[in-house]
């Protein structure tokens, strides 16, 4: 697995703090454009948008001797010329530096749910659109076969959901601003709620929450007052994956800030949702992908040196009873040889590190 060089991954970590820099600027996106206009003799500020139909629509700002909005427009143009270099900055970093860019329809979901506040909201991005990430944030190149999809999921903590009082803007609104063919898709369970909405070409953009400690809880979707519009499937173990996540950066356009799981709590993860996929439908596949997922990850770690960590989060989920060991014996089973051992030695290594016991998922 070949490393990416130092340089880059010092231009990611300059292009997040300039793209978290730039997030106060969302009343004046930008895509827009302050304009001069002279009326009965005085020069005012509009802010013209485009309205995704080839027209704008025009914000009034204020008029042009008040000092405040003649700085906003100043440093909107230094804000432009800064978005610019961020284009840049992602461009050298995908195509030279070996890091992975989404395909435009995720990384333009993303991006649209990141300004509309998921991400300050405590939001976590998860699934294979979070995987596209743990390239820069390692620094290392991961292959491709293991980063394709055709859906993005998002998943939030219920209490946090709760007791955040604050909300984004309606989520099919901002899912339409991206693709006007996006609709809610039915619950399985047949509640009006949906926690999934999907376009014409099938793209599958999914909210998921832990599910509260009762299997009671599973058949009926969560209602998520931070969602605005959305409720969450919830789902068991993903308290676990949504445990102390990090920044790091989607490489989308100008780069869009973002909150993914811990790598190595990902990786055990996979191996446990690996165990539990489905054996019809698109469930070999996809579990198919969660085990070569958790594979690159496992080499990842031990090549940057972080099984000491990988060791503490394997060591959490093994605590956690009988059912997250069965399922983890079950996922590790499904590694290729060379892989196993891998992970084997990868544990090993971190627990002595960690001055901690470990149980392996293997038999004699």
Known sequence: ?????????????????????????????????????NIKGRKYWYFDIPDGHGGTKRRYVGPADDPDISQRVADHKR?????????????????????IAPDAMSGDIVEALADGGLFR???????????????????VRLPMAAILTGDADIAQDYAISREVED????????????????????YRSGSAASSAFQNADGYRVEFL?????????????????????????????????????VRTMLLHRSGVPVVVPDPSRYAVHKLIVASRRQTD???????????????????ALQQTRRSADLALVYNEAWERGPAWQEGIRTGAGMLPAQ?????????IE???????????????
């Open 167 to 186: 909300s984004l803007p309606p989520i099919i609104e901002l899912l339409q601003g991206v693709d006007a063919s996006f609709r809610p898709v039915p």
């Open 1 to 37: 697995m070949k490393s990416i060089d130092l340089m880059y991954q010092t231009m990611l970590a300059e292009l997040g703090q300039r793209s978290l820099d730039a997030a106060w600027t969302a009343d004046f996106p930008p895509e827009g454009r302050f304009t001069p206009a």
């Open 281 to 299: 439908g698109q469930g070999p596949a996809k579990r198919d992908k969660d085990i070569r997922q958790a594979a690159l990850l496992f080499k």
């Open 209 to 245: 929450t832990s599910n509260r400690g009762s299997d009671d809880y599973i058949d009926q979707p969560a209602k998520m007052p931070a969602l605005s519009g959305a409720s969450a499937d919830p789902l068991r173990f993903l308290d676990f994956l949504i445990r102390d996540p």
């Open 79 to 99: 804000d432009k010329d800064d978005l610019r270099a961020r284009r840049r900055l992602v461009n050298t970093l995908t195509r030279e530096g070996g890091m």
């Open 121 to 139: 909201l405590r939001g976590v991005l998860i699934g294979t659109v979070a995987f596209q990430c743990y390239s820069g944030l390692l620094g």
């Open 339 to 347: 892989d196993a051992e891998r992970f084997k030695t990868v544990l």
């Open 350 to 364: 971190g627990a002595k590190k960690n001055r901690e016991e470990i149980e392996l998922p293997f038999g004699e």
